[in-house]
């Protein structure tokens, strides 16, 4: 982590230590939860005293970006992706309405991440989402199908992060974090359903070859094409399922009745 903080160039004064930790989490560098060096190493780093790190850390805290655990540093507060409040995220669960609007609403913004990634991704960019779909890969073959879902969620966050649009990113993080809290957990069924797990990794390798290919038109459409899909699937799981529990019902109505009858039966015979 030491190599995203810079010496101050300038007056070294607690403003501008406070304007490069904002910077870095506004722009997602430092996330949620993440540990910031010591107080000796981040002085070093920055090039500051001791006294202005402090000042400047006071300031970062007030402001509710950083906490300050006795005995356990400090670190990056759980503001990032806060957009949906735990009411309002356990509403869209418990209505059908909230949840197909979610993907309507990911898939306009997510064909649009795509688009940008495509137009201003960097080297780094392209080693970062390389490294991603080769993992997802691995997970695919070893049949992982928990982690393959997990690899999706990171696979999406830094097609987001690639679009270096501040707004886009931190919008994108909120919906990722129903999904990472759960709170649409049937998207787990999606990479049950038969051929769907092939499917999606081939939806995750057309995003993946538009964007470092450089190609905004077809990163829009591959990514709209997968949420898409993602809609279809999530559906016919849901489905499914319900078809599951109504025949459960009436298969267990239909041994509880057989058992009836043989009662009777046995009765009479008596």
Same mark, same amino acid.
């Given at each position: 982590m030491d190599e995203i903080f810079s010496r101050i160039e300038h007056s070294r004064t607690a403003d501008e230590v406070v304007q490069q930790i904002e910077s870095l989490v506004l722009e997602g560098v430092l996330r949620s939860g993440d540990r910031l060096p010591g107080e000796r190493e981040l002085s070093r780093l920055f090039e500051v005293s001791r006294p202005i790190l402090r000042d400047a850390l006071k300031i970062v805290e007030g402001r509710g970006l950083i906490l300050t655990r006795h005995g356990g540093g400090t670190h990056v507060a759980d503001v990032v992706g806060q957009v949906f409040a735990p009411p309002v995220a356990e509403l869209i669960v418990s209505h059908a309405k909230a949840r197909v609007d979610y993907l309507e609403y990911r898939r306009e913004i997510?064909? =649009?991440?795509?688009?940008?990634?495509?137009?201003?991704?960097?080297?780094?960019? #392209?080693?970062?989402?390389?490294? =991603?779909?080769?993992?997802?890969?691995?997970? &695919?073959?070893?049949?992982?199908?928990?982690?393959?879902?997990?690899?999706?969620?990171?696979?999406?966050?830094? =097609?987001?992060?690639?679009? &270096?649009?501040?707004?886009?990113?931190?919008?994108?993080?909120?919906?990722?974090?129903?999904?990472?809290?759960?709170?649409?957990?049937?998207?787990?069924?999606?990479?049950?359903?038969?051929?769907?797990?092939?499917?999606?990794?081939?939806? &995750?390798?057309?995003? &993946?070859?538009?964007?470092?290919?450089?190609?905004?038109?077809?990163?829009?459409?591959?990514?709209?094409?997968?949420?898409?899909?993602?809609?279809?699937?999530?559906?016919?799981?849901?489905?499914?399922?319900?078809?599951? #529990?109504?025949?459960?019902?009436?298969?267990?109505?239909?041994l509880s009745g057989e058992a009836g009858t043989r009662r009777v039966v046995a009765r009479r015979g008596e």
């Open positions: 997510e064909g =649009i991440a795509a688009e940008y990634a495509a137009r201003r991704i960097t080297d780094d960019d #392209r080693a970062l989402l390389d490294r =991603i779909m080769a993992r997802m890969a691995e997970a &695919h073959e070893r049949g992982d199908f928990s982690e393959q879902a997990e690899i999706d969620v990171e696979f999406h966050h830094a =097609i987001g992060e690639c679009a &270096h649009n501040i707004v886009l990113l931190h919008t994108l993080r909120a919906c990722y974090r129903l999904l990472s809290d759960g709170v649409f957990e049937n998207r787990l069924i999606v990479f049950t359903l038969a051929d769907a797990r092939e499917k999606l990794l081939e939806q &995750h390798r057309a995003i &993946h070859a538009a964007v470092v290919a450089g190609d905004p038109a077809g990163a829009r459409k591959a990514a709209m094409d997968h949420i898409s899909f993602i809609e279809q699937a999530m559906a016919q799981a849901e489905r499914t399922g319900e078809w599951q #529990r109504v025949s459960k019902l009436r298969l267990k109505q239909r």
